[in-house]
Protein backbone atom coordinates (compact mmCIF):
# COMPACT_ATOMS: atom_id res chain seq x y z
CA UNK A 1 0.00 0.00 0.00
CA UNK A 2 2.48 2.09 0.50
CA UNK A 3 3.95 2.15 -3.16
CA UNK A 4 0.15 2.84 -4.22
CA UNK A 5 1.17 6.16 -2.59
CA UNK A 6 3.92 6.91 -3.11
CA UNK A 7 3.32 6.58 -6.88
CA UNK A 8 0.05 9.37 -6.52
CA UNK A 9 2.34 11.30 -4.33
CA UNK A 10 5.17 11.84 -7.06
CA UNK A 11 2.05 12.07 -10.01
CA UNK A 12 2.27 15.54 -8.98
CA UNK A 13 6.05 16.08 -8.62
CA UNK A 14 6.41 14.51 -11.98
CA UNK A 15 4.31 16.70 -13.75
CA UNK A 16 5.57 19.82 -12.16
CA UNK A 17 8.83 18.70 -13.20
CA UNK A 18 7.63 18.25 -16.67
CA UNK A 19 6.34 21.54 -16.50
CA UNK A 20 9.47 22.75 -15.18
CA UNK A 21 11.62 21.43 -18.40
CA UNK A 22 9.03 23.13 -21.01
CA UNK A 23 9.51 26.59 -19.32
CA UNK A 24 12.94 26.00 -19.51
CA UNK A 25 13.45 25.27 -23.35
CA UNK A 26 10.93 28.03 -23.86
CA UNK A 27 13.44 30.18 -21.92
CA UNK A 28 16.66 28.95 -23.84
CA UNK A 29 14.21 29.09 -27.36
CA UNK A 30 14.21 32.73 -26.13
CA UNK A 31 17.86 33.40 -24.88
CA UNK A 32 19.40 31.52 -28.15
CA UNK A 33 17.15 33.74 -30.56
CA UNK A 34 18.20 36.75 -28.50
CA UNK A 35 22.18 35.73 -28.20
CA UNK A 36 21.98 35.51 -32.09
CA UNK A 37 20.06 38.37 -32.69
CA UNK A 38 22.88 40.45 -30.61
CA UNK A 39 25.41 38.69 -31.92
CA UNK A 40 24.38 39.92 -35.32
CA UNK A 41 24.04 43.30 -34.09
CA UNK A 42 27.90 43.08 -32.40
CA UNK A 43 29.20 41.77 -35.85
CA UNK A 44 27.06 44.81 -37.75
CA UNK A 45 28.45 47.41 -35.37
CA UNK A 46 32.07 46.47 -35.25
CA UNK A 47 32.16 46.11 -39.00
CA UNK A 48 30.98 49.38 -39.37
CA UNK A 49 33.79 50.96 -37.10
CA UNK A 50 36.08 48.84 -38.49
CA UNK A 51 35.16 50.26 -42.19
CA UNK A 52 34.97 53.74 -40.96
CA UNK A 53 38.00 54.42 -38.51
CA UNK A 54 40.54 51.56 -39.21
CA UNK A 55 43.42 51.49 -41.38
CA UNK A 56 43.06 49.24 -44.23
CA UNK A 57 45.14 46.16 -42.92
CA UNK A 58 43.39 45.72 -40.24
CA UNK A 59 40.11 46.25 -42.04
CA UNK A 60 41.48 43.55 -44.25
CA UNK A 61 41.30 41.45 -41.33
CA UNK A 62 38.58 42.00 -39.79
CA UNK A 63 36.57 41.41 -42.97
CA UNK A 64 38.37 37.89 -43.16
CA UNK A 65 36.85 37.60 -39.32
CA UNK A 66 33.72 38.78 -40.39
CA UNK A 67 33.30 36.25 -43.49
CA UNK A 68 34.97 33.39 -41.02
CA UNK A 69 31.85 34.21 -39.14
CA UNK A 70 29.16 34.30 -41.18
CA UNK A 71 30.68 30.52 -42.94
CA UNK A 72 30.29 29.46 -39.50
CA UNK A 73 26.98 30.90 -38.31
CA UNK A 74 25.30 27.61 -37.05
CA UNK A 75 28.46 26.42 -35.06
CA UNK A 76 28.74 29.99 -33.46
CA UNK A 77 24.58 29.22 -32.36
CA UNK A 78 25.40 25.69 -31.37
CA UNK A 79 28.27 26.86 -28.89
CA UNK A 80 26.07 29.63 -27.51
CA UNK A 81 22.72 27.30 -26.88
CA UNK A 82 25.92 25.26 -25.30
CA UNK A 83 26.58 27.63 -23.27
CA UNK A 84 23.00 28.95 -21.98
CA UNK A 85 22.43 25.36 -21.76
CA UNK A 86 25.12 25.34 -19.05
CA UNK A 87 24.42 28.18 -16.97
CA UNK A 88 20.70 27.04 -16.55
CA UNK A 89 22.11 23.66 -15.00
CA UNK A 90 24.37 25.39 -12.91
CA UNK A 91 22.07 28.31 -11.80
CA UNK A 92 19.38 25.29 -11.32
CA UNK A 93 21.67 23.41 -9.07
CA UNK A 94 22.69 26.77 -6.84
CA UNK A 95 18.14 27.00 -6.31
CA UNK A 96 18.51 23.17 -4.97
Known amino acids: MDH ?3 EEESAPATERLRDQ ?3 TRDELG ?3 EA ?3 KARDGVTH ?3 LAAVKAPDPVREKAG ?3 KTARA ?3 RLVAGAA ?3 VYLFLRRGRRHT
Open 4 to 6: HRQ
Open 46 to 48: AGH
Open 21 to 23: VEH
Open 64 to 66: AVA
Open 72 to 74: NRT
Open 35 to 37: LAA
Open 30 to 32: RTV
Open 82 to 84: VLV
